[in-house]
């Protein structure tokens, strides 16, 4: 029902906004920043248009550098508009590979330059793995969700997966742990009531903090932090 209402208040942008990210996927090969306003213009109507109000903490925390990668917890699909909304810096964005071909997706996945990962398959995956850390040693900027899948248990997180920090750790790059509050819910709820989504940027980890930690240590403490965020803010 949210995102029926999202698509009728705003049917008269939805043509000229599609058309827009699909161009920023077709003519900007290597040049990101177009296909990022786009893909924020777009969440900013839609979430306005479905009685949803963001509230973010934490912006201050976000490094002034490019060449990081955000570590949220994962509640579904609606977790990537989240960012597109509230972060005033481009970025791209690993994804399972059964969802790139989902309209809108698949032309945000071209204009973010973001990447497709087959969790079936371990070369696939380091391979994507490998790519991120390049492009994020060069100045990118990534969000990986390390839990793998999304929790199905409202704001309780599943186990962060080791592997998905090994970029990090091939990048030298900041850590940032991103805290999201009840992002399942509106597209979950099959409901149109006003709703409250809630982002924290956490303080970043920086290369020398966990530069001496196993990929495994990192995911626990990464998981250790969101987890007091939301406790503290839910």
């Given at each position: ?65 490019d060449g990081f990668i955000f570590y949220p917890n994962h509640q579904g ?158």
């Open positions: 029902m949210r995102i029926a209402l999202m698509v009728i208040r705003k049917l008269y942008l939805v043509p000229y906004m599609f058309f827009k990210l699909w161009l920023a996927g077709k003519r900007y090969e290597g040049d990101y920043m177009p296909g990022f306003l786009a893909a924020k213009k777009i969440s900013t109507h839609g979430i306005q248009a479905g009685n949803i109000t963001i509230e973010v903490h934490g912006v201050e925390n976000i490094p002034k550098e699909l609606f977790d990537v508009l989240t960012f597109f909304y509230s972060c005033p810096k481009p970025f791209a964005f690993v994804i399972k590979k059964e969802a790139q071909n989902i309209i809108l997706l698949k032309q945000t996945i071209a204009a973010t330059g973001s990447l497709p990962m087959d969790r079936e398959d371990i070369r696939q995956s380091m391979q994507v793995i490998n790519q991120v850390a390049k492009e994020v040693a060069s100045g990118r900027n990534y969000i990986i969700f390390a839990e793998g899948h999304r929790s199905r248990e409202g704001n309780k997180l599943l186990d962060f997966k080791g592997g998905s920090f090994k970029a990090a750790q091939k990048a030298k790059c900041p850590i940032v742990p991103c805290a999201l509050i009840n992002s399942f819910v509106p597209f979950d709820e099959n409901s149109i009531r006003p709703i409250t989504v809630k982002l924290i940027y956490l303080k970043p980890m920086y290369y020398e903090e966990y530069r001496d930690m196993k990929s495994s240590d990192i995911a626990v403490e990464v998981k250790r932090r969101i987890e007091e965020a939301i406790e503290q803010y839910e």
